[in-house]
Nanobody, 126 residues
Framework: EARLVDSGGGSVQAGGSLRLSCTAFGLTLADSLVAWWRQGPGNECEMISR???????YYPDSVKGRFTVSRDNAKNTMYLQMSDLKPEDTAVYYC????????????????????WGQGTQVTVSS
């Protein structure tokens, strides 16, 4: 069964750092576009980083310079290093496999595509 297991969320103060992890089972992360999305209050999901199979990355302005996506092919695991966290980064974060989209989308709609981890909560206090 193909699935993603993400972890590493928690509560931090503004300015702090966290690293999220996502391990794939039944999928090879290096074979496809992978990404991190987040869902804040409401039903809107935002793509916040993506990593193509050729290593190309993309970040929206909201996180550029603060977040870094990476992948360890030997462990079939991807990571999201987050630094200088802000209260507006508070959200449930999901690792995603095989969804070629950027920007914001209805979570109810976008989660019908690709494979999604179960989500990990990140809470940033001021």
């Amino acid at each position: 069964e193909a699935r993603l297991v993400d972890s590493g969320g928690g509560s931090v103060q503004a300015g702090g750092s966290l690293r999220l992890s996502c391990t794939a089972f039944g999928l090879t992360l290096a074979d496809s576009l992978v990404a991190w999305w987040r869902q804040g209050p409401g039903n809107e999901c935002e793509m916040i980083s993506r990593l193509a199979s050729d290593g190309t990355t993309y970040y929206p302005d909201s996180v550029k310079g603060r977040f870094t996506v990476s992948r360890d092919n030997a462990k079939n695991t991807m990571y999201l290093q987050m630094s200088d966290l802000k209260p507006e980064d508070t959200a449930v974060y999901y690792c995603v496999y095989g969804v070629d989209s950027i920007g914001r989308s209805s979570c109810a709609a976008i989660q019908n595509y690709g494979f999604w981890g179960q989500g990990t909560q990140v809470t940033v206090s001021s």
